[in-house]
């Protein structure tokens, strides 16, 4: 079954295409942890057992928000992270197709800092729905970020 298409704007970009995105964008995500990393541990990733548990954390939280900066600042701009440049696709504002402005850091909020969470369990689990909602998500194929943000993903033109 084939999605829906807003009025007047391009095609919705296919699930293949966001994941591929996606993969792109998560290994922009390793290398900022591995930067954070080497940052706040230094010497000590190498011995991941002599570091503090509130040190990894601190490398967790200020990679996520490297990241939520990223992708709002990218998104905010021009509807187009790394990954969204190099598939063609990009994020637009459902109502009338425009680059996501302000939106983009709602998006990016919903989609990059529940990951700070992650020694809860709940950061992970909730990027996995997040992510995968746009499987099941009828006509748009949105994911939960873009729901927040009231935004779709398309192709660019």
């Given at each position: 079954?084939t999605?829906?298409?807003?009025?007047?704007?391009?095609?919705?970009a296919?699930?293949?295409?966001r994941?591929?995105?996606?993969?792109v964008?998560?290994?922009?995500?390793?290398?900022?942890?591995?930067?954070?990393?080497?940052?706040v541990?230094?010497?000590?990733?190498?011995?991941?057992?002599?570091?503090?548990?509130?040190?990894?954390?601190?490398?967790?939280?200020?990679?996520?928000?490297?990241?939520?900066?990223?992708?709002?600042?990218?998104?905010?701009?021009?509807?187009?992270?790394?990954?969204?440049?190099?598939l063609?696709?990009?994020?637009?504002?459902?109502?009338?197709?425009?680059?996501?402005?302000?939106a983009?850091?709602?998006?990016?909020?919903?989609?990059?800092?529940?990951g700070?969470?992650?020694?809860?369990?709940?950061?992970?689990?909730?990027?996995?729905l997040?992510?995968?909602?746009?499987?099941?998500?009828?006509?748009y194929?949105?994911c939960?970020?873009?729901?927040?943000?009231?935004?779709?993903?398309?192709?660019?033109?």
């Open positions: 079954m999605a829906a298409q807003p009025t007047g704007m391009a095609p919705l296919t699930l293949g295409q994941v591929l995105a996606r993969l964008d998560t290994a922009v995500l390793v290398g900022l942890d591995l930067l954070m990393s080497a940052a541990l230094g010497g000590a990733m190498s011995r991941p057992d002599d570091v503090s548990y509130g040190r990894q954390v601190l490398v967790g939280v200020l990679t996520f928000a490297l990241y939520f900066a990223y992708e709002g600042a990218m998104t905010a701009a021009r509807g187009q992270t790394l990954g969204k440049l190099m063609r696709i990009r994020a637009a504002r459902l109502a009338d197709g425009a680059v996501p402005g302000q983009g850091w709602t998006r990016a909020a919903v989609y990059a800092l529940p700070a969470l992650a020694v809860l369990l709940v950061g992970p689990l909730f990027w996995l997040n992510s995968l909602w746009c499987v099941w998500d009828r006509p194929r949105q939960l970020h873009d729901k927040a943000a009231r935004t779709v993903v398309v192709t660019a033109v």
